[in-house]
């Protein structure tokens, strides 16, 4: 099985990003989590194309870009062009969302659906053949720090299930929202591959290496 860890810079500092940046990379990061808010798809702004092309310029890891907007299919080619390796797109934010991952696979970066909690797995199953990811969100988009919602470990079982269960079985899973060393470990359990993690990483007391390693040894347990 393999684990990665995705910090989310969301709770970086955002007065110090690329010294935070730094240090996750140096500390083992798998792949740095972008959040993108507009402000009406979810009640929050935040990073830009822009940000993702400074990103580009201190890392050299894997940079994935969660949209939480509407009209995602407007900056896909953006973020691509300014560094994007991944594009994770919310099925609730566009009526196509089989044309948006095939936008974003035409320009040949990888393409991941995100579902919110209350979203049905129904939603997604007609994609599986074109996607390199689901992410199942495990808290209300919008906000770093906030808490896991229990049932979603169930709705992960069971899309673990369908993809064991499918032809089309090429894609991860990955979870975002209330990621900590305790709910790390029913994720991985229930079949996540990917993990984001926010204010557990750059919030804590101890240091981002011991954060990293510890939530990448009880997800591999
Ligand atoms: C929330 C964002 C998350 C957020 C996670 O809408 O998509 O990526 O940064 O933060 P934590 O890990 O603090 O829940
Ligand atoms: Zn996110």
Redesign the pocket.
Known sequence: MTVKIAP?I??ADIMNLERDVRAADQAGADVF?I?M?DGNF?PNMSFSPAVVEGMRRVTDKPLDI?M?MENPDAYVKPVIDAGANTVLIHAESTQHIYRSIELVKSYGAKAGVVINPGTPLETVKELFPIIDRILV?T?N??????TFIPGMTKKIQRLDQLRQTAADDNFDIEV????NSETIAQCAKAGADIF?????LFNGQDGLKDRIDGLRSVALE
């Not at 988009?141 to 906030?146: D, N």
């Not at 975002?176 to 990621?179: E, H, L």
């Open positions: 989310s969301l709770s989590h959040d808010m979810v969660h939480m969100m808290v988009p919008g906000f770093g720090g906030q975002d929202g209330g990621i984001v993690a926010g204010s557990y």
